[in-house]
């Protein structure tokens, strides 16, 4: 697709940042970083009577929508991706005037939003503390013999927030008892036998988990959990 092909939404008023170095049709200068296409042909913010907005980057939302409220007259950025071989949004252009008044607002109310990310992290933390102490007690209901400790230390590295591992899956979430043993049998694996100097010393992985099954069905045993658990586990 040509570098400067029409964007999406040609019907409204579109800014484009060309790939390629451009000058403007109307008044000749260039290379310009932003071009209005009229009539197929570029033209520069100035000769689009643009040239008196302000460009702000696409990331904060708030910013944006607020500038875009103060503002008479917006406009989107876009360029095109050729390895997606579409036009992605980069920013907006808008009133200077428009821009500081939302700076203002978003000014203003700093503080509440920042109070109201701490009042959200404090919940979130709490609430990954009581599902860490619901994971270790189902450990401890399932395997009476792991200690205590070491039960609170499964749960809290399977259930982190975030990091996709079984404690954050469906099933963890809901303590199924298939994702509570695998996680004690992925901790058992790696923390009480030879597995991990096995992967180290170019074993395969399929065939590391043979060898430490015994290992494993052992310590799972002593816990008080039944057989046949050695090889599964994330």
């Known amino acids: ?9 040609s019907t409204r008023l579109v800014v484009v940042q060309p790939l390629r170095r451009r000058h403007c049709a109307g008044c000749r200068r260039g290379p310009v970083s932003m071009v209005v296409l009229e009539d197929g042909a570029p033209r520069c913010l100035d000769c689009a009577d643009l040239g008196h907005l302000v460009f702000l ?16 007259l917006s406009v989107v950025v876009v360029r ?15 009133e200077e005037a428009g821009l500081v008044r939302a700076e203002a607002r978003c000014l203003a109310d700093a503080e509440a939003r920042r109070r109201r990310r701490a009042r959200d992290a404090r919940r ?12 270790a007690t189902e450990i401890l209901r399932l ?33 199924s008892e298939g994702a509570v043993v695998s996680a ?30 015994a290992g494993v069905e052992t310590v799972l045993r ?13």
């Open 143 to 175: 395997f009476p013999g792991c200690p205590v400790d070491r039960a609170r230390t499964i749960a809290a590295h399977a259930s982190v927030r975030g990091s996709g591992r079984v404690g954050r899956s469906a099933a963890g979430r809901a303590l």
């Open 57 to 72: 980057p696409r990331g904060d939302t708030a910013l944006t929508r607020r500038s875009r409220e103060e503002s008479t």
């Open 184 to 213: 004690v049998v992925a901790s058992v694996r790696h923390l009480d036998t030879s597995y991990d100097r096995l992967l180290m010393s170019g074993v395969p992985r399929r065939e590391a988990r043979l060898r430490i099954a």
């Open 1 to 9: 697709m040509p570098a400067l092909a029409t964007p999406p939404h």
């Open 80 to 94: 095109f991706n050729r390895r997606k071989g579409r036009y992605e949004r980069q920013g907006v252009l808008v």
């Open 124 to 135: 979130r933390a709490a609430q990954d503390a009581r599902f860490t102490e619901a994971f």
């Open 222 to 234: 002593e816990w008080g959990w039944g057989a046949g658990i050695g090889s599964g586990g994330a």
